[in-house]
């Protein structure tokens, strides 16, 4: 028996990021191939079956796995120099409520998991909720395997390093035929439990959030023995773009745009850049105003291509529209969480993904800095511990 946070505290230390703070575990890097081989250890610690399934997720199963089940879960790998509670949280959380049912003598009547996805946060591979998208058939499979990480490495050659076919990935009809109702917990990427004062809330809606890669092309050339005159420099449009991003987000009712990533070639000090690679992570809640923001992103952009000689190719490399979560689930679950208040995210989930095959609701715990995909994410003992407490409830109340 252990609770979250002695659970959490067993992953203190792995793949802690010396250079940002806080932690870089990636799908299949060593960091993230130590919470795997840890989270299997203590499922099976538990009498719950271990398998990974084609899409690089691992399941752990109380009793047989079976159609209809209830499965709760999250992800283990996190964003560069991320916190220690966005995705481990609920992936603890999950394990010490089985262990809460178990001491309660609760024997459930339906098959009941604990999922891990793979890549939730496209740390390594671009893509978020990658294993959640094949597992759906909402990415490609060809194009995720294809997919390359900074050094080169595809995802198939990643999967095939750590032992699994990357032939297999896709939609996986019998896995999705096994989930009855989804339930992730997750700690708050936000200040709305904060302002409640609650430690517990339901999830009501995810924004619609995509991810674009701008990728202006000029002339690399030497520093010093090139005139302004005679340049092609691809770092200023690139530069226009993320102040542009801010101005026209800030002009759309709950718009958000990100540059987080901008990544100069060949990126050396005193070479003028032969092209610059700039992600703009956009979001609101609706699918047209972000794909507003993104659309006179792309007419800004071209303008300041244009101005330096430079070509402009605008790629999307993923996109979710809005999420509204099952009412009927989520405001049964408020109801069993004394009236828990129903709040909107901003961040996207595996939730997100999985609510448009099953029934899918999300829990959050309260977050006191509010700060998120940063090492000043946190989550107070107490308010773990509640969190760990209304999952397990909401899980009787779910396989009972
Ligand atoms: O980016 C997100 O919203 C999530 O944390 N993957
Ligand atoms: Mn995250
Ligand atoms: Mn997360
Ligand atoms: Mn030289």
Redesign the pocket.
Known sequence: MAGPNELLAALDGVGADRRRGGYSRHVFDDAERELREWFVEQAEARDLRTTTDQNANVWAWWGDPGEGAVVTG??LDSVPGGGAF??PL?VVSALSSVDLLRANGFTPRKPLAVVVFAE??GGRFGVPCLGSRLLTGTIDADRAGALRDPSGVTFAEAMRSSGADPARIGRDEAALRRIGQFVEL??E?GRGLIDLDRPVAVASSILAHGRWRFRFSGQGNHAGATLISDRRDPMLPASQLVLEARRIAAGVEGGRATVGRLVPNPGGTNVIASAVDVWLDARSPGDRPTRSIVEDLSGAAAKFAAAEGCELDVTEESYADTVHFDAALRDRLSGLLDDAPALPTG????AGILAAEVPTAMLFVRNPTGI?HAPEEHAEPEDCDSGAHALAKCLAHLAG
């Open positions: 999250s992800h966005d995705g609920g939730e946060e997750h700690v990427q961040a996207g989930h595996d998120s």
